[in-house]
């Protein structure tokens, strides 16, 4: 079994900055792709910054040159900087990762809990 586990959302004013941790742990041969999500009340679920399988990253239109997505593979951590916070990137944010539990496994899909972002004054 894997486990994400999510960490630093919060509270914090149009124009801040917060920086989200998902540490994956449990039975990981090898994380395929890994990325951050997030979901805002009423919506789908919407893709924010990824690692692609082929270790390229890709993010949505509405976050370029404000997000940026890291991982330290040492740690099977991934972090999301974000800056120039605005009221519209208020959502839970979930990290999803593609792991191989095992040298011939298949690939699952895990999800972590979500943390919360709220960009208000």
């Known amino acids: 079994q894997v486990q994400l586990v999510e960490s630093g959302g919060g509270l914090v004013q149009p124009g801040g900055s917060l920086r989200l941790s998902c540490a994956a742990s449990g039975s990981i041969f090898s994380i395929n792709a890994m990325g951050w999500h997030r979901q805002a009340p009423g919506k789908q679920r919407e893709l924010v910054a990824a690692?692609?399988?082929?270790?390229?990253?890709d993010y949505a239109d509405s976050v370029k040159g404000r997000f940026t997505i890291s991982r330290d593979n040492t740690k099977n951590t991934m972090y999301l900087q974000m800056n120039s916070l605005k009221p519209e990137d208020t959502a839970v944010y979930y990290c999803?990762?593609?792991?191989?539990?095992?040298?011939?496994?298949?690939?699952?899909?895990?999800w972590g809990q979500g943390t919360q972002v709220t960009v208000s004054s």
């Open positions: 690692f692609t399988s082929g270790g390229n990253t």
């Open positions: 999803k990762a593609i792991v191989r539990t095992t040298r011939n496994s298949p690939e699952y899909q895990y």
